[in-house]
């Protein structure tokens, strides 16, 4: 794997999470469950932090890839800032002991509560989306004697080709200000009292794997971020979003690596002498984190063999929502030799999406035994949801030969107990 390590290796023959075995926490915790390395969150964390070295910069966590209060804290006793979009992740981060001056609040709706409750409890910028929410941000400061810091998120109309879903930087999306309208927005911006404007924030889009598009975007914002000190704008702090890819197949050419994107950085913005913020939420967690879940049956069908496992698209979303491939592997890997099986790998969901794969050639696994998904760690857990009434899944993390269970799994009896039923029933 080279630069980009993770610590989920076999050792005579069984996968471990660091020096735990993964079988040890199945036992233990019960299937299905996210496991998620330290040292991994911690190396991928310090990747960002060494390419960007010789600017001044914060590496901002995008925490809606994984943001369980424990990786949060991990991440942020290394340093690391968080880019908040909701009221929720904000009050989750502030918890974990991030401080304010240490968030970003992104998104294309904040509301003015989420507005407030951030100016109240300390940001780091806002970063902002169109003219209504200025005027929302600009009214809510002035009514609480204060100046909102600001960068405005551009859209610089470039291709990320990735994934139609998870692109963000065309025109055509919901994302920032259209570039070509910038300065007359800006000069919006300095009119209004309760901002204070600092920068420009841009995000392309998710697991990019070519640099190009980057390029192109950075080097729009050089050119607007001259275009606007010679407006009389101060800016001098530019936000660069995230997106930089993972490798999800073993075998696929690896994306770019967190180097090489510094070292663009550097090449297309340097010279500027701004403050560097950067968001990346995938490569710090992706491969820092497993779904483990157990076989329950192995079913025939007229044409095919079906793998059904005790987690389902509810536990880990991204093979329905985006034809994602994650790597499936025993937990105990078979006889050197044996050959390999051909499975469609499901969940009991009763739907037919409820499908992680399709044809999938793997190892062959039998009722009872463990499977881990690779690269689950950013936008598995934090997607999930308890449809078919599936309790949400527990969440582990290991250090070293320690594991604890950062989430448990609840009780039905929780999961019931949130309904009301209405007294006219
Ligand atoms: N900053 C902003 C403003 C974002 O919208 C995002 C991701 C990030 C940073 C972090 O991007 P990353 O470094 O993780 O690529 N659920 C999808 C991914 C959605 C990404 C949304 N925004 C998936 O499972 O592939």
Same mark, same amino acid.
């Given at each position: ?209 070519? !640099?190009?598009?980057? @390029? /192109?975007? %950075?080097? =729009?914002?050089? *050119?607007?971020?001259?275009? #606007?000190?010679? $407006? ?57 984190? !497993?779904?483990?879940? @157990? /076989?329950? %049956?192995? =079913?025939?069908? *007229?044409?095919?063999?079906? #793998?059904?496992? $005790? ?115």
């Amino acid at each position: 794997m080279g630069v980009l390590l993770d610590h989920f290796l076999y050792r005579d023959g069984a996968l471990f999470a660091e020096d735990v075995p993964i079988a040890e926490i199945a036992r233990q915790v019960g299937t299905p469950f996210y496991v998620y390395s330290t040292a991994t969150l911690l190396r991928h964390y310090q990747l960002f932090d060494e390419a960007l070295e010789g600017l001044d910069h914060l590496v901002c966590y995008a925490m809606k890839a994984a943001s369980n209060q424990a990786i949060l804290a991990t991440l942020a006793q290394a340093g690391a800032g968080m880019d908040v979009v909701s009221g929720g992740e904000y009050q989750r981060a502030r918890a974990a002991g991030v401080p304010g001056e240490r968030i970003v609040f992104s998104g294309v709706g904040k509301t003015a509560a989420e507005i407030r409750m951030a100016l109240e409890g300390g940001i780091r910028q806002f970063n902002v989306e169109s003219e209504p929410e200025m005027e929302v941000l600009n009214a809510t400061a002035l009514a609480m004697g204060v100046r909102a810091p600001v960068t405005i998120r551009l859209n610089p109309d470039v291709d990320a080709k990735t994934h139609a879903k998870i692109a963000t930087g065309k025109s055509e999306n919901k994302f920032g200000i259209p570039i070509s309208r910038a300065r007359e927005v800006y000069a919006l911006a300095a009119s209004m009292e309760g901002l204070e404007v600092i920068g420009i924030d841009v995000h392309i889009g998710s697991q990019l794997t070519d !640099l190009t598009p980057f @390029e /192109v975007a %950075y080097s =729009k914002v050089a *050119e607007l971020t001259e275009v #606007l000190r010679g $407006d009389g704008h101060e800016i001098r702090r530019l936000d660069l979003g995230g997106g930089l890819g993972i490798p999800y197949a073993r075998d696929n050419q690896a994306p770019p690596l967190p180097s090489d994107y510094g070292a663009l950085v550097k090449r297309t913005l340097g010279h500027l002498g701004c403050e560097i913020e950067i968001e990346p939420g995938r490569l710090i967690a992706g491969n820092a984190g !497993l779904l483990v879940s @157990e /076989v329950i %049956y192995v =079913k025939s069908g *007229e044409d095919r063999d079906f #793998l059904i496992l $005790d987690a389902a698209m509810n536990d880990l979303i991204r093979p329905a929502m985006y034809e994602a491939y994650h790597d499936i592997v025993p937990v105990i890997e078979p006889a050197p030799g044996t050959p390999p099986a051909t499975y469609d790998v499901v969940g009991p969901v009763c739907e037919s999406g409820d499908t992680f794969a399709k044809g999938r050639e793997m190892p062959p696994v039998a009722p009872g035994d463990l499977v881990a998904f690779r690269s689950a760690g950013a936008y598995g857990a934090v997607m999930s949801s308890e449809y078919n009434s599936r309790p949400l899944i527990p969440e582990v993390l290991v250090k070293e030969d320690q594991f604890a269970v950062i989430r448990r799994r609840p009780t039905f009896d929780e999961m019931i107990k949130r309904d009301t039923i209405p007294q006219w029933l």
